[in-house]
């Protein structure tokens, strides 16, 4: 009788057996699945990452913002000089350019401003307002000196100097008259700032961007820049200026040099290096 009772519990087992091998069959085929359809996913995520990296604009380097300010000089100038029919002349800062008569029609600026052209003289002086120092997103220091080694340096214009005729005023804020380290002269100019598409604009007195396009998330501001450009056209070498023969004291062997040994004072008639007037020397 014990031999023909069936066996409950090893059927019970194989059932068991078969049970787990289907759920695992399953739980395989599910994570075969959900790896394909992350191989798929990567497959399309990718090259979209791929497209917005290439189509994000890099960030400028301090060299590109340079380059902005040298042609913006370079694109006045060659305007201000090319008009036909017209008659320039050149100043620190800026061109005049003058159709009749001795008062300038326009005015080509030379510095970082919000309009770059003016109707005259007086429009220049309402470039910076008298409380700059109070608006520092607008507008900066360029002459801000800086302390070196115990002394003062300044990067333009040095308010200690006594030059003969150098002078200056007190037309802004921030003008400090005095021979030690306290001395300051400021030389404000505007703030020029950039979007990442190359747009470049300033910021009016609430500090809002005003130019072609509006700065959004996409086309962000990436920077700001401004300058000031001087004029060297003016200076005079007294060595090559005067009348006569330039000359210069012969320094090494070679044509011009040698030209130059050949030469007493009373045939070299003209200013030399020293400053003293050779054509007062040859007829003592």
């Known amino acids: 009788m014990s031999r023909s009772q069936p066996r ?11 049970n787990r091998n289907r759920n695992r069959n399953r739980n395989r085929n599910r994570n075969r699945n959900w790896i394909s359809l992350g191989i798929v996913l990567t497959c399309v995520l990718l090259p979209g990452a791929r497209t917005i990296y290439a189509e994000t604009p890099p960030r400028p380097s301090p060299r590109s913002f340079a380059l902005c300010a040298l042609d913006q000089v370079r694109s006045q100038i060659q305007s ?3 008009r036909e029919g017209t008659t320039w002349s050149s100043q620190p800062g800026a061109i005049n350019v003058f159709l009749e008569g001795p008062v300038p029609a326009s005015v080509y600026k030379l510095y970082s401003s919000s309009e770059m052209i003016a109707r005259g003289q007086a429009d220049l002086f309402r470039d910076v307002p008298r409380d700059w ?14 302390l070196l080694n ?33 001395a300051k002269l400021p030389m404000p100019v505007m703030w020029l700032y950039q979007l990442a598409d ?19 998330v996409e086309n962000p501001m ?22 006569g023969v330039y000359w210069d004291t012969p320094r090494v062997n070679t044509v011009e040099d040698r030209s ?6 009373f045939n070299r008639p003209t200013v030399s290096i020293s400053g003293t007037p050779d054509i007062l020397r040859g007829f003592r």
């Open 222 to 243: 990436v920077g700001r820049f401004a300058f000031w450009t001087d004029d060297n056209t003016s200076r005079i070498n007294v060595n090559t200026a005067s009348e």
């Open 150 to 182: 115990g002394e003062l340096r300044f990067p333009i214009v040095d308010p200690r100097s006594e030059v003969e005729g150098f002078f200056y005023d007190e037309a802004v804020n921030g003008v400090l008259r005095g021979n030690g380290n306290d």
């Open 80 to 82: 201000a000089v090319a």
């Open 8 to 18: 409950l519990g090893s059927g019970h087992c194989r059932n068991r057996n078969r």
């Open 198 to 216: 190359g747009t470049t604009g300033f910021l009016d007195r609430d500090n809002r961007f005003v130019g072609p396009r509006i700065p959004t």
């Open 260 to 265: 130059y040994e050949a030469m007493d004072d």
């Open 133 to 146: 120092d109070a608006q520092p997103a607008r507008f900066v220091d360029l002459n801000a000196p800086a």
